[in-house]
Structures are given as structure tokens and as C-alpha cells.
RNA sequence: GCGCGGUUAGCUCAGUUGGUAGAGCAACCCGUUUACACCGGGUAGGUCGCAGGUUCGAGUCCUGCACCGCGCACCA
């Protein structure tokens, strides 16, 4: 028996130690596995794209959950002989890192990006994405992550910019994305447009407002903005509110604040004739539902009132000010008129953007969208549709199933996507301008082009993901091989974003959808079940409690009895739990080796002995079945529950007399039984604590690989 | 408003197609010249949210309700 078995199990030096040799071995590369002759040179391919963390930082332990469980069905399929596939990546982020750094430079120099310029901003912005990627792949090392480096992509290299600008041509030339004036999301704070799911609802009290415009204006209307009234058009009402009737089609002039207004008076079903006075104040310049009313009934777009810092742009008293600031003044101006009917307090949902915190304020602005009910050239169906299809049709599996339910629900909810931003880290938009002329693609040759300024929203990027990272759009080996992938595997929180994104811009872009299954995890929350947080201080950092208790302890911890789609409780007294777990299984494998010193493998078994071995082939195929129906967390407790309360407490207890005693025979059959279990149960935990198994196994006489990782699964042996 | 999930032992959670309720932690009792005290053996603890229904049989299926959490939409 190696003397290394005299002392505790040590985690930290153990995992460094074992992660490097594997690295240096290639064999996470799957090339390299069938160069070896490890797997097959037609074996079945297995792969999985890792999600790409943002190089914003630092790994939180939902990161950690995402590699573990990824990790387990990698080791899993590789060792069962798949060709096996686990590319990993980073994501720029766009607009996260830059208001990260953007952020960091004010705090530090008080400068704003505009005082950098645009070349300045992005090398400080490279800079830090830099730092921050190294940090992360230290972070994915130290889980025991098995991801193929030599493959490594990031959304904004060359290869992904080039299938980026590809996938826009194609979409522009499809008649998919298009340039138009609507209302968008803007964030006065970011200074850029956001969509729909960056936006945060925050509850607030607010005052509603109920005013005549002027003293012969025939309809009181209620209104939570009466700064935004200055740019009205028109008034609302629904068509069988009988209090109104006689009202609609006429026009009023009045001068409201100093600005002079022009009002029309017109029926529309989508106006509650519940809510207020029955009556909507219609601003379309300022507000989405405004905009498409007005479309309706053919009243201007055109007056706008509110510029992008949020200032008023209008003549008069309001002149200049901030919308808070006009909206104190127009209420002591409607009271002084006497035009105000009454104020009562309500709650509503003010939207926020989700990284700056600023109010957003809607705003006509020229973008670049991406039309969901267009049919797709060739396909005869929207992109809305083929989303909807591609889950419905169950060519692909969403796990838990429950999900299938809010996906759908999102995606009839989709409305075109609005794909450009004002920001600068990102993709520019591919498209060149030149006078009259614009080229979309690749730059053009010659003189005088000028491209958009605008960069793409960072999902237009992410969407691609499952095909970028294998080459596309060269028709490489990796993508003929590893496409569509198997396993798309993240949180249940971006299942709309991210998800949704990857299999619309597939469909589009290769008519195929990205991977077959989805699974989704929940949640990590503090011991108290709150959101680990950086306000609240419960963060826990993955780092921390991998130096503390080592990395497979913390990967069991986040693995058993988590089920897909559930939110879970993480404690260090958890993860303590399993650390005594891995120092358990290193003294079952001290007493095998020392108790087994010399046996025949060979030796064939007593009845017992056999029936023993037969109970964990029942176990091996049973946590197969648990791993392949994706009940990864079922698996983990099955063999957890063995190793400690099967093999330890009863297998070996019962051992120590018959090793003890005369019976040569039984002796014999036992220690080479003693030492197939350990070997078939080395085999089992692998995928789910790599490092104190791996180590184990490099001592075992049944050593028939390198490396466990590479073994043979026990089903398969 | 539309939709999703949860409610099982003191705590955290499993319970795969309906067939006598499980694990971990905590508690209590016993054990220690030993592979491991990062241990072993044992005990106690549940009308499975409530009310109906289907069934020979329901934690599991159906209906309704209550409470908790969440998503989307609206928010004039």
C-alpha cells in the first residue's frame, strides 16, 4: 500500500496536482482521446458548448453548479466511449462590461467615457476583460472542469466576429432585419438602448394626476407623467363609453404650460374604460402603447418632448429641466389654472435598467430590428414559429418539462428584437455607409465608407454560439462532427434570452436547432435561502470553499438531491459533509489495498462474494439509467449511499474476520472481491468527484488506463 | 390580468410508470488498543397544506381552495 494512505486526504494538494497531469495529458481533447486509443475512431460523438461566462470578474457558485453538472455527464460519457466534446469559452458582455469598467473609471479618475473617446474606452475595457478571463479559466480549472482548451472561444475573436457579420448579411438579405423609427427602451443613465429583458420592474408609489387640458376641454384624463402631456396629440377613449361618445372626432387647441397643443379626440379598444377617468392623454413620441394608438388613427409621431438625457425640450417653463423637476412644475401650473380634478396616491411599476439602475425612458429612435413575423425565405414560417416548433415537436427536450410551459408563454409574448446599441464594446454593426450608398457584410473597398456606429446587442453574438465555437461558417470537421450538439445545460433565469435566442438564430441561420436537450438548473441560494448577493454580503465564493473542502466536495454539495429547474440552499456545512465523504472513501481504499496486498485477481468468487459483486452491477446499471435520464442528482445520493453505508459499514465490516481467518478460500475470494468494488465504485463516483477517485485509482492493481478519467464506465468493463 | 412552481420528519430536501413514507443534518442512547473519531451501532420523530373525487389501493392522478415563491404583460 502507498504510504500516501498513512495520512488524511489532502484536497488541495491532491486536485492541483491531478488537474495538471490530465491537462498534460491532451486527453480532454478528443482528438487526442481516439490518437490514444482511448476512444474509438467511430465511436458516437457527445458535446456540450460551455455556457460563456461574461468577463465581468469573478465566478459565483451558480457558475460552479453549471461546470459540475456539466462535468459529470462529460466524464460520464467519455467514459462510456463516446467521442466527447466540452468547448469552452467567454462572453464579452457588452454592455455589462463596459458599464463595469465605464464604472471603475469614474470612481477612480471621475472621468466619463465621452472624456476617453471610443479607442481610449475600448483598450481599457480589452484590458479588463482580459484580467477577468484569466481569472475565470483559473476559476474553471480548479472545478475540475474537463473542457477541451485547445478549443477555446471567445465571442468577440476573429472567428466569431466573421460568423456574426455572416449571420447579419444573411438575416438583412432574408428581409429579416430591418432599420426603423420606433419606440425603444432608453436608458438616459447608459446613454444607450436596452430590450425588453434588460429591463428591471421596480414598484413605487406614485401619484396619479386627473386634469382637464384647458378649461373648455370637454374629457378630465388621469396621468402619472403630466410632464410628458406637453407632447400630446390626442385623447383615447374606448369606443362604447358611453360618457364619451359624443366626443370623439373633435379637435381642441390649447396652450398648456406655455407649449401650444393640438388635441383629437379618438375611440380605441385597447383604452380601459376602467382605469383613471376612462380617458388616455396619447404622447406617442414617449410611450410604445401612445405610438401604436396613434398609428391606428393616424396622428403624428412626430412631436417630441424629451430628449436623452431626460431634459425637456420644449419652449417655455420647462425648457431644460430634468422630467422631474417639469413635472412639479406642470402640477403647480395645472393647480394655478385651476385644471386639476385630483391627486391619489397608486402603486406602479417604474422600468428600470437592469445595469445602471436609470429610469428608462421610452424614445423614437432609429434601430436595427430583427422581424419575428416575417416568414423566413424558404422555410414558410416566422422565426416566431420555427422557435415555437422546434420545442413543440420535441426535437428538443427542455428539462424539467415544466419549463416547455414558460417558454412558450415567453416567445408568444416576443416582439421584434431590437438588435443595436449605443455602446461601444461589441460587435459593430456590419454595415458601411457612403452617401446614398450602404454595403452590409464585410467592409467595402474604397474611399469615404463610414460603418454604423452602433454595436450589436450581445445575445446577436451569444445566439450563435453552438456553431461559432466549431468554426462556422467554414464547413470545419468539428462542425460536421459535434453539431447540432447534445446538451445545452444553464439557468432556468436565461431560458428567454439565451436559449431562445440560440435556437431562433439557428433555425435561421443552418435550419437545424443548436442542441437536443436543455437542462436547466436552479437557483443556489445562502443556508437562509436568500440570493447570494454582493449588497447583502452572503456571497460565496467558489475559490474559498474549494481551497477550504476541495472541489469534489463542493461539486457533490451542489449535485445531490438538486433537481433541474429548482432552487437549492448552499452552506459550508454542506460542503463539509462531502470533504468527510472524500476522506471516507480514501480510507475504504487504505483498507482494501492494505487487506487485498497481493490477491489474486483471478480467484474465483464464493456464492456470497459473487452476489455481492452482482448487487452493485444491479447498482451500475441503475445509476446509468438515473445519469441518462438526466437524474444526475438521484445518481450522486445512490452512490454516495453505497460507498459510505454499503461497502464501508457492511461490506467491510463483515470482512475483517474472514481476512482474519483460516478459510484460504474465502480469504481469496474476498480480497479480490474487496478489490473489484472499490474498483467498479472508483469507477461510478468519477464523474462526479474526479479528483480523490482519480487519485485513488492510480494505486489500484485494476489500474487498466492512464487514467480513471479515461476508463472504462462499469457497465461497460 | 395571463402563466409557472412549491407546501412531505425539528431544518434542508428526495420520492422516476399509483402498490406498506426516505436521505442528509440536528436530537437522544450506546460503543472506541483503530481502515477512517472527518467513526460505528441504535432510538425517536411524519393525519405527505386543506376539502372533495377517481381507484381494490393516492404523497403520486382529477377538481376546488388556502398560503409561499417566481415569470410575463399592463401600469394612461
Same mark, same amino acid.
Given at each position: 500500500?502507498?504510504?500516501?494512505?498513512?495520512?488524511?486526504?489532502?484536497?488541495?494538494? #491532491?486536485?492541483?496536482?491531478?488537474?495538471?497531469?490530465?491537462?498534460?495529458?491532451?486527453?480532454?481533447?478528443?482528438?487526442?482521446?481516439?490518437?490514444?486509443?482511448?476512444?474509438?475512431?467511430?465511436?458516437?460523438?457527445?458535446?456540450?458548448?460551455?455556457?460563456?461566462?461574461?468577463?465581468?470578474?469573478?465566478?459565483?457558485?451558480?457558475?460552479?453548479?453549471?461546470?459540475?453538472?456539466?462535468?459529470?455527464?462529460?466524464?460520464?460519457?467519455?467514459?462510456?466511449?463516446?467521442?466527447?466534446?466540452?468547448?469552452?469559452?467567454?462572453?464579452?458582455?457588452?454592455?455589462?462590461?463596459?458599464?463595469?469598467?465605464?464604472?471603475?473609471?469614474?470612481?477612480?479618475?471621475?472621468?466619463?467615457?465621452?472624456?476617453?473617446?471610443?479607442?481610449?474606452?475600448?483598450?481599457?475595457?480589452?484590458?479588463?476583460?482580459? /484580467?477577468?478571463?484569466?481569472?475565470?479559466?483559473?476559476?474553471?480549472?480548479?472545478?475540475?472542469?474537463?473542457?477541451?482548451?485547445?478549443?477555446?472561444?471567445?465571442?468577440?475573436?476573429?472567428?466569431?466576429?466573421?460568423?456574426?457579420?455572416?449571420?447579419?448579411?444573411?438575416?438583412?438579405?432574408?428581409?429579416? +432585419?430591418?432599420?426603423?423609427?420606433?419606440?425603444?427602451?432608453?436608458?438616459?443613465?447608459?446613454?444607450?438602448?436596452?430590450?425588453?429583458?434588460?429591463?428591471?420592474?421596480?414598484?413605487?408609489?406614485?401619484?396619479?394626476?386627473?386634469?382637464?387640458?384647458?378649461?373648455?376641454?370637454?374629457?378630465?384624463?388621469?396621468?402619472?407623467?403630466?410632464?410628458?402631456?406637453?407632447?400630446?396629440?390626442?385623447?383615447?377613449?374606448? =369606443?362604447?363609453?358611453?360618457?364619451?361618445?359624443?366626443?370623439?372626432?373633435?379637435?381642441?387647441?390649447?396652450?398648456?404650460?406655455?407649449?401650444? +397643443?393640438?388635441?383629437?379626440?379618438?375611440?380605441?379598444?385597447?383604452?380601459?374604460?376602467?382605469?383613471?377617468?376612462?380617458?388616455?392623454?396619447?404622447?406617442?413620441?414617449?410611450?410604445?402603447?401612445?405610438?401604436?394608438?396613434?398609428?391606428?388613427?393616424?396622428?403624428?409621431?412626430?412631436?417630441?418632448?424629451?430628449?436623452?438625457?431626460?431634459?425637456?425640450?420644449?419652449?417655455?417653463?420647462?425648457?431644460?429641466?430634468?422630467?422631474?423637476?417639469?413635472?412639479?412644475?406642470?402640477?403647480?401650473?395645472? #393647480?394655478?389654472?385651476?385644471?386639476?380634478?385630483?391627486?391619489?396616491?397608486?402603486?406602479?411599476?417604474?422600468?428600470?435598467?437592469?445595469?445602471?439602475?436609470?429610469?428608462?425612458?421610452?424614445?423614437?429612435?432609429?434601430?436595427?430590428?430583427?422581424?419575428?413575423?416575417? =416568414?423566413?425565405?424558404?422555410?414558410?414560417?416566422?422565426?416566431?414559429?420555427?422557435? +415555437?416548433?422546434?420545442?413543440?415537436?420535441?426535437?428538443?427536450?427542455?428539462?424539467?418539462?415544466?419549463?416547455?410551459?414558460?417558454?412558450?408563454?415567453?416567445?408568444?409574448?416576443?416582439?421584434?428584437?431590437?438588435?443595436?446599441?449605443?455602446?461601444?464594446?461589441?460587435?459593430?454593426?456590419?454595415?458601411?455607409?457612403?452617401?446614398?450608398?450602404?454595403?452590409?457584410?464585410?467592409?467595402?473597398?474604397?474611399?469615404?465608407?463610414?460603418?454604423?456606429?452602433?454595436?450589436?446587442?450581445?445575445?446577436?453574438?451569444?445566439?450563435?454560439?453552438?456553431?461559432?465555437?466549431?468554426?462556422?461558417?467554414?464547413?470545419?470537421?468539428?462542425?460536421?462532427?459535434?453539431?447540432?450538439?447534445?446538451?445545452?445545460?444553464?439557468?432556468?433565469?436565461?431560458?428567454?434570452?439565451?436559449?431562445?435566442?440560440?435556437?431562433?438564430?439557428?433555425?435561421?441561420?443552418?435550419?437545424?436547432?443548436?442542441?437536443?436537450?436543455?437542462?436547466?438548473?436552479?437557483?443556489?441560494?445562502?443556508?437562509?435561502?436568500?440570493?447570494?448577493?454582493?449588497?447583502?454580503?452572503?456571497?460565496?465564493? =467558489?475559490?474559498?470553499?474549494?481551497?477550504?473542502?476541495?472541489?469534489?466536495?463542493?461539486?457533490?454539495?451542489?449535485?445531490?438531491?438538486?433537481?433541474?429547474?429548482?432552487?437549492?440552499?448552499?452552506?459550508?456545512?454542506?460542503?463539509?459533509?462531502?470533504?468527510?465523504?472524500?476522506?471516507?472513501?480514501?480510507?475504504?481504499?487504505?483498507?482494501?489495498?492494505?487487506?487485498?496486498?497481493?490477491?489474486?485477481?483471478?480467484?474465483?468468487?464464493?456464492?456470497?462474494?459473487?452476489?455481492?459483486?452482482?448487487?452493485?452491477?444491479?447498482?451500475?446499471?441503475?445509476?446509468?439509467?438515473?445519469?441518462?435520464?438526466?437524474? +444526475?442528482?438521484?445518481?450522486?445520493?445512490?452512490?454516495?449511499?453505497?460507498?459510505?453505508? /454499503?461497502?464501508?459499514?457492511?461490506?467491510?465490516?463483515?470482512?475483517?474476520?474472514?481476512?482474519?481467518?483460516?478459510?484460504?478460500?474465502?480469504?481469496?475470494?474476498?480480497?479480490?472481491?474487496?478489490?473489484?468494488?472499490?474498483?467498479?465504485?472508483?469507477?461510478?463516483?468519477?464523474?462526479?468527484?474526479?479528483?480523490?477517485?482519480?487519485?485513488?485509482?492510480?494505486?489500484?492493481?485494476?489500474?487498466?488506463?492512464?487514467?480513471?478519467?479515461?476508463?472504462?464506465?462499469?457497465?461497460?468493463?
Amino acid at each position: 500500500m502507498p504510504e500516501k494512505f498513512l495520512r488524511p486526504y489532502d484536497s488541495t494538494a #491532491t486536485e492541483s496536482r491531478i488537474y495538471t497531469a490530465w491537462e498534460e495529458s491532451g486527453l480532454f481533447n478528443p482528438d487526442e482521446c481516439v490518437a490514444q486509443g482511448v476512444t474509438r475512431a467511430d465511436a458516437p460523438s457527445y458535446s456540450v458548448v460551455l455556457p460563456p461566462p461574461n468577463v465581468t470578474g469573478r465566478l459565483h457558485m451558480g457558475h460552479a453548479l453549471m461546470l459540475a453538472v456539466e462535468d459529470i455527464f462529460i466524464r460520464y460519457k467519455r467514459m462510456k466511449g463516446f467521442r466527447t466534446l466540452w468547448l469552452p469559452g467567454t462572453d464579452h458582455a457588452a454592455i455589462a462590461t463596459q458599464s463595469v469598467v465605464e464604472k471603475q473609471i469614474k470612481k477612480e479618475e471621475g472621468l466619463s467615457r465621452h472624456d476617453l473617446g471610443r479607442d481610449e474606452l475600448l483598450k481599457r475595457i480589452e484590458t479588463f476583460a482580459h /484580467e477577468s478571463h484569466d481569472t475565470i479559466i483559473g476559476q474553471l480549472k480548479t472545478m475540475g472542469a474537463s473542457l477541451d482548451w485547445s478549443r477555446e472561444a471567445f465571442t468577440l475573436d476573429e472567428t466569431r466576429s466573421r460568423a456574426v457579420r455572416t449571420v447579419f448579411k444573411q438575416m438583412s438579405d432574408a428581409g429579416l +432585419i430591418y432599420r426603423g423609427l420606433r419606440i425603444v427602451n432608453w436608458d438616459p443613465k447608459g446613454q444607450t438602448t436596452i430590450s425588453d429583458d434588460e429591463i428591471v420592474y421596480e414598484e413605487r408609489t406614485a401619484k396619479l394626476y386627473t386634469f382637464r387640458y384647458s378649461k373648455d376641454f370637454p374629457i378630465p384624463v388621469a396621468t402619472t407623467r403630466p410632464e410628458t402631456k406637453v407632447g400630446d396629440v390626442g385623447v383615447a377613449v374606448h =369606443p362604447d363609453d358611453a360618457r364619451y361618445k359624443e366626443f370623439v372626432g373633435k379637435e381642441y387647441d390649447a396652450v398648456f404650460c406655455d407649449v401650444p +397643443i393640438h388635441i383629437k379626440i379618438v375611440a380605441d379598444a385597447e383604452v380601459d374604460p376602467a382605469f383613471g377617468t376612462g380617458a388616455v392623454g396619447l404622447t406617442p413620441a414617449h410611450s410604445r402603447v401612445d405610438w401604436e394608438i396613434a398609428d391606428r388613427h393616424d396622428l403624428s409621431h412626430e412631436v417630441i418632448i424629451i430628449n436623452e438625457y431626460a431634459k425637456m425640450t420644449v419652449a417655455g417653463r420647462l425648457e431644460g429641466k430634468k422630467t422631474s423637476e417639469a413635472r412639479e412644475t406642470v402640477v403647480e401650473w395645472l #393647480t394655478s389654472e385651476g385644471l386639476l380634478e385630483k391627486e391619489e396616491n397608486i402603486v406602479q411599476n417604474v422600468a428600470t435598467a437592469e445595469r445602471t439602475g436609470g429610469i428608462v425612458e421610452p424614445l423614437p429612435k432609429l434601430q436595427w430590428w430583427i422581424d419575428v413575423n416575417k =416568414p423566413v425565405p424558404g422555410r414558410e414560417k416566422t422565426l416566431k414559429e420555427l422557435v +415555437i416548433e422546434a420545442v413543440r415537436s420535441n426535437a428538443i427536450t427542455i428539462i424539467p418539462e415544466y419549463f416547455e410551459k414558460t417558454y412558450f408563454h415567453w416567445v408568444e409574448n416576443l416582439r421584434d428584437w431590437c438588435i443595436s446599441r449605443q455602446i461601444w464594446y461589441g460587435h459593430r454593426i456590419p454595415v458601411w455607409y457612403r452617401g446614398e450608398e450602404a454595403v452590409v457584410g464585410e467592409a467595402p473597398e474604397g474611399e469615404g465608407w463610414v460603418q454604423d456606429e452602433d454595436t450589436l446587442d450581445t445575445w446577436f453574438s451569444s445566439g450563435l454560439w453552438t456553431f461559432s465555437t466549431l468554426g462556422w461558417p467554414e464547413n470545419t470537421k468539428d462542425f460536421q462532427t459535434y453539431h447540432p450538439t447534445d446538451l445545452l445545460e444553464t439557468g432556468y433565469d436565461i431560458l428567454p434570452f439565451w436559449v431562445m435566442r440560440m435556437i431562433l438564430m439557428t433555425e435561421f441561420t443552418l435550419g437545424t436547432i443548436p442542441f437536443k436537450t436543455v437542462y436547466l438548473h436552479g437557483l443556489v441560494r445562502d443556508a437562509s435561502g436568500r440570493k447570494m448577493s454582493k449588497s447583502l454580503g452572503n456571497n460565496m465564493d =467558489p475559490l474559498d470553499v474549494t481551497a477550504k473542502f476541495g472541489a469534489d466536495a463542493a461539486r457533490m454539495a451542489l449535485v445531490v438531491g438538486n433537481t433541474p429547474g429548482t432552487d437549492m440552499r448552499m452552506s459550508e456545512e454542506k460542503i463539509k459533509g462531502y470533504s468527510r465523504f472524500a476522506n471516507k472513501l480514501w480510507n475504504i481504499a487504505r483498507f482494501v489495498l492494505d487487506s487485498a496486498n497481493g490477491a489474486d485477481l483471478s480467484t474465483e468468487l464464493t456464492a456470497g462474494d459473487a452476489e455481492l459483486l452482482s448487487a452493485l452491477q444491479t447498482l451500475s446499471r441503475d445509476v446509468s439509467t438515473d445519469i441518462d435520464e438526466y437524474r +444526475i442528482y438521484m445518481a450522486a445520493e445512490k452512490i454516495y449511499h453505497y460507498a459510505w453505508h /454499503e461497502l464501508a459499514d457492511k461490506i467491510l465490516e463483515e470482512s475483517k474476520p474472514i481476512l482474519s481467518g483460516s478459510d484460504t478460500a474465502a480469504r481469496a475470494s474476498r480480497q479480490a472481491l474487496l478489490v473489484t468494488l472499490l474498483d467498479r465504485t472508483l469507477r461510478l463516483l468519477h464523474p462526479f468527484m474526479p479528483f480523490v477517485t482519480e487519485e485513488i485509482w492510480q494505486s489500484m492493481p485494476t489500474k487498466d488506463a492512464k487514467f480513471l478519467m479515461v476508463a472504462r464506465w462499469p457497465d461497460a468493463v
